[in-house]
Structures are given as C-alpha cells and as structure tokens.
C-alpha cells in the first residue's frame, strides 16, 4: 500500500509541474526537466524555480501535517484532534509573527530562528490545551475541542494586537503567509525545512508501536512496558516540531492533518505502523493536489492552499461530529 | 517465593478521603507461592485494587517491600515487570479500533520493545494464547463486534501472551452473565492446571472466589482480616462482621467448597 502512494505522489508532482498559470508546453516542461531549455529562457525558470521548489514544499508541509494529525490523535485519544483544530496551528503562527516583527525572513539562519519560535508558540499552544482540557478525568471529545479553540482564539487574539503594532509595508506580506502559502522557498531553506521534518516524522514513526498500546488506555499501556510519560513527552514534541516547521515556512494550514488520516484509516485501519509512512506519503498527495486547484482555479491569480483545506476541512469535519463521533459528544 | 508483600502501608495523597482513613493498606504482609492461585476479597474501599497497583508499581509503597522473584520491584524496569506479570484490568475494554488478533499481539510488546513488527515468535505465542482462551476463531473479528464473554477472554489472552509467570485479574468477572462468569472460572483452573500458571484474582463474587482459588486474603479497611483457605475464611461470624450483614455459608454438593448467601436483612 505504501508502494502504491508513493508511485501516487511521484505521478501527482510529476502531474503538477505540466499544470501553472504560466502557459507553458508540455514538451517545453520536458525540456526544461531534461536540461535542454535556455538558462535564462521562461520554461526554465518556472519549471525548475517556481513550480518544482513548490511541489516539493507541498508534498513535505501535507506530509508534515498529516503525521502532525496521527500523532495528535494517538496521543490524545481523540479522533478529531488535529494542530489547526487544537489551536497549535494559531500558537505557532504566532511564534512566527513575533519572529516576524523582529525582522526574521526567509534565508536559512532567520528560516531557524523562525522555525523555534514557531516551535515555541505550538509548545506553548499544545501545553495550554493539555492543561486545560486534562482538568478532570482525561481528555474527552468536548473539553479537548473546546479548549483547542479557546487556545486558537486567544493566539488568533494575540496574532492581530502584533500585526497592529507592525508597519504597513510590512502587513500585506504576513496577511498573505497568514492564509497559508506555499510559494517557492529558498534551497538552503528548503532543506532546513526537511530536515525538521524527518526529525519529527522520525519521532513518531519510531513510537508508532508505542502508540498503538496507548489506544488501549495510559494505564494499560504502563502495565505493558510502555514508558508512557516519555512517549507522551516524544510525540508531543515531534507532533509540535511538524506544525511549527510548516507554519513557518509556509504559514498556517488547517485540517490536513484531519482529513488524510481518517480517510487512510478507511483503507488501512487504525495500527499507526502503517498509519504513520501512509500519512507522510498521503499528506503529500493531498497537499500537492489542493495545491494545484488553488494555482488554477482562478486563473492568473491565485488562491492560498490553506483556503482550500479550509474548505475542505471544515465541512468533513462537521461530518465526522455529526456520523462517527456523534456518540462521544 | 513468586510474590513476597512485607508489611506493606500505602496512603493516598492528601484529601477528604485520607483524612477520614489514613491508609489505604496498613501493614500488609502476604505471599504467593508458584503454582498457586490466590483470591483477594474484601468490602468496597479495603484495599483490594490499591494491592494490584502497589504490585504493578503504578503506586508506590509508602512502606515496607514488594518482592518479585526475590527482586524488588522496585529494581525491575517496566518491561522487566510486564514480561512477569500479566494484568487484565477492571472494567470494559476502552472502545479500541483493533481486531482479537492485534490486541492479543499487543502482549508481546515487553518481549521486544524495540521491535517495529512482532517477530514470528510473538506470533506464535498470540496465536497460543488465543488457543487457550478460545479465541483463535475470533482473531479477525473486530473488539466492538464481540460478547463480554468473548471480550474478557481475549483481554485474557493479550495477557497470557505476555507469558507471565503470575497472571493478575481484577473483578474479571463484573460486568458479565452467569453463563460468562462459569466460563471464566473455568479457563482460570484450565490455565492454572496446565500452564501451573500462579494467578491472583480479585473479586467481589465471593463464591467465584471461593470456588476457583486455593487461598483467600479478605481485607477489611486495608488490613488483613484473614488469610487461609477458602474454608477458614469464608467464616460466617467473620464475614457478617467485615461485611456489615447477615449471611449464610453453605457448602456446594458439587465441589464441596463454601457458597456464601446473603440473608437480605441488614
């Protein structure tokens, strides 16, 4: 199955960079691809520099998200956490306009110095949930929602009183990345990015075991072996890295992380060995795909990605409350 | 020894409920031999699920040692423990959306903690565990589509796979019927006579007690109020005085063992 998304994702990108505002020929893509275009000619710079960084931006922000979603949901229990509907979305958008109003752009040392305040704020974010939410006996379904949006209201609250204090030239740049973006990245960047996101698809795919044990109940995983407040600590930093890594570079994108694990879990079930990679790889695909509807829809101009997820998202997610979950309302 | 307690004492944090009985277990000091299968009855709040825990290290003792083997438990890692103690908990299985098979696997985790897929081992040993719990034909069946008979029995069996050498079960027997319970209580002797398997069983039901364990401890607020076999301690006086009720202890034409029957007058 893994074999299967992955030959999905290498047709999905290869799909994506034939499809662009830009009207540019197949074979002149082909050309490009090849090395056989012009070094300064049209066809080469969208393909090589505009779309392809693009693609790859958005197949590792799905990835990074989709795993982000199985880790929340394994580690709270909760089928429909996920970081935008937790609010660590907002806590880590926050971080980087705090970063942001102290001038920190895209190059590779101020791309670090981002990522850990965005890393900051979604620790912040997370923590907040968990406290208030695991007030009384566990987390159920409707503390853990509630507490996820008072934390995204009130970090949502925090993000405008900081674009208020910023300068005007200034605004339209952080609105923009604040509707989630995936424009093209600088290299360097671009590995910074994937290197966060292997370390924290790293974390959790290497406790997927772990967390299968957890599905039965913390105290029946203990008296399993599982160290469970170590697990707990792990997945929450890696899950918490993933979000932060994509607001960073490509600003807040909601309910990826939602809508691919539950419909990999229709085709796999629910054992987060396999949940985990497939999520990674689906995420991708997804990402990808919303991707390319939002650089075409209404073309020459363009929509966010996070404005499609959006409205993909929140629609599946009434549905999920209304079906599946309506029980443990 | 397998279990060795040593005047053992556990008091819960401060609150109402400690302020009104200080410790949930004072003094505690019993042992479980091999091969042995020994019951823990007692009123409600004396002390009975505190013991489980204390022995399973999700608390620790305020006093005294618990002894695993002649170790300390408190020297062994929690897989260390696993692998010798296998516990199905109080209560229903949590709605988990795994099948007979991958929650009887689960099991194996302390054999092999670092192991991404269970070895072929790990599947031999959940496939007997199965077996003896009668729930191999059930392996792909869904938890959420299986009896509380069946369920039981295949959260038996996710212990089993474990391959303890003491096999705790706390109130195994509450939320099922009587054609359940008989059925429980008889995998329990089946596992004890041919695996020799020591198991502890905490109940409420004084006659599944009774019927199924070699030695009884009755607690009475955290103490031990007897100790012995099922004959000595299920002692009329004694029982009215720890329960707080009038009763009659008879003995079943079937086993011989005592049948304890309320009288309904308080």
Not at chain 1, 135 to 164: D, E, K, N, P, Y
Not at chain 2, 157 to 177: H, K, N, S, W
């Amino acid at each position: 199955m893994l074999g299967v998304l992955s030959a999905a994702l290498l047709l999905v990108a290869a799909a994506a960079l034939f499809v662009g505002s830009a009207s540019i020929s197949p074979r002149a893509v082909l050309n490009a691809v090849a090395g056989r275009a012009a070094p300064e000619s049209v066809e080469r710079v969208v393909t090589l520099s505009i779309r392809l960084p693009r693609i790859a931006v958005a197949a590792l922000a799905g990835g990074a998200l989709a795993v982000a979603g199985v880790a929340f949901q394994a580690l709270t229990r909760n089928p429909l956490a996920e970081p935008s509907v937790l609010g660590v979305t907002s806590g880590a958008a926050f971080g980087v306009v705090v970063g942001q109003s102290f001038g920190l752009g895209p190059t590779f040392l101020q791309a670090a110095g981002l990522t850990a305040f965005a890393f900051a704020g979604a620790l912040l974010a997370a923590g907040a949930v968990y406290l208030i939410a695991a007030v009384g006996r566990g987390l159920s379904v409707q503390t853990l929602l509630l507490a996820g949006v008072i934390v995204g209201i009130f970090f949502s609250s925090a993000i405008t009183v900081v674009i208020s204090l910023l300068d005007f030239n200034r605004l339209g740049g952080v609105i923009h990345w604040l509707l989630g973006n995936l424009t093209p990245i600088p290299p360097g960047a671009l590995g910074l990015f994937a290197l966060f996101a292997v370390v924290g698809f790293w974390l959790v795919v290497s406790h997927a075991r772990e967390l299968n044990l957890m599905a039965l109940g913390e105290e029946t995983a203990l008296l399993l072996g599982v160290g469970a407040e170590r697990l707990k600590l792990t997945i929450f930093v890696g899950a918490a890295l993933l979000t932060a890594s994509v607001v960073a570079f490509t600003g807040p994108i909601g309910f990826v992380g939602l809508i691919v694990p539950h419909a990999l879990r229709m085709l796999l079930g629910s054992d987060n060995r396999l949940l985990v990679p497939a999520s990674l790889v689906g995420g991708g695909i997804f990402l990808l795909l919303a991707d390319t509807v939002a650089r075409n829809v209404v073309a020459p101009a363009e929509l966010s990605v996070g404005v499609i997820t959006s409205l993909c998202g929140a629609p599946f997610f009434v549905y999920l409350l209304r079906t599946r979950y309506r029980a443990n309302l | 020894m397998l279990v060795e307690f040593r005047s053992v004492s556990f008091a819960y944090p401060e609150s109402a409920e400690r302020r009104a009985r200080p410790f949930a277990l004072s003094e505690l000091s019993f042992e479980i031999a091999p091969g042995e299968i020994v019951g823990v009855i007692g009123p409600n709040s004396s002390g009975k699920t505190t013991l489980i825990r204390l022995l399973t290290r999700l608390l620790e003792p305020a006093a005294g040692e618990i002894r695993l083997e002649g170790a300390p438990i408190r020297q062994l890692t929690r897989t260390d423990l696993a692998r010798r103690v296998g516990v199905v908990p109080q209560g229903t299985l949590a709605q988990v959306p795994f099948n007979v098979g991958d929650l009887v696997l689960m099991g194996r985790y302390p054999h092999g903690p670092g192991r991404y897929f269970e070895s072929p081992r790990d599947r031999t040993s959940a496939r007997a565990a199965m077996e003896a719990t009668g729930v191999l034909d059930l392996a792909d069946l869904p938890l959420d589509r299986l009896s509380g008979g069946e369920r039981q029995r295949a959260v038996i069996a996710r212990a089993l796979a474990q391959e303890p050498r003491l096999l705790v079960l706390d109130e195994p027997t509450a939320y099922l019927d009587l054609r359940y319970q008989v059925e429980v209580a008889a995998l329990l002797r089946r596992l004890n006579r041919e695996r020799g398997m020591a198991i502890l069983l905490v109940s409420h039901d004084l006659n599944l007690a009774a019927e199924v364990c070699d030695r009884l401890l009755l607690l009475a607020g955290g103490r031990t109020a007897a100790t012995g076999a099922p004959e000595v301690v299920l002692d009329e006086s004694l029982l009215a005085s720890v329960f707080g009720c009038e009763l009659i202890v008879d003995k079943s034409e079937a086993t011989r063992r005592p049948i304890v029957r309320p009288t309904w007058r308080v």
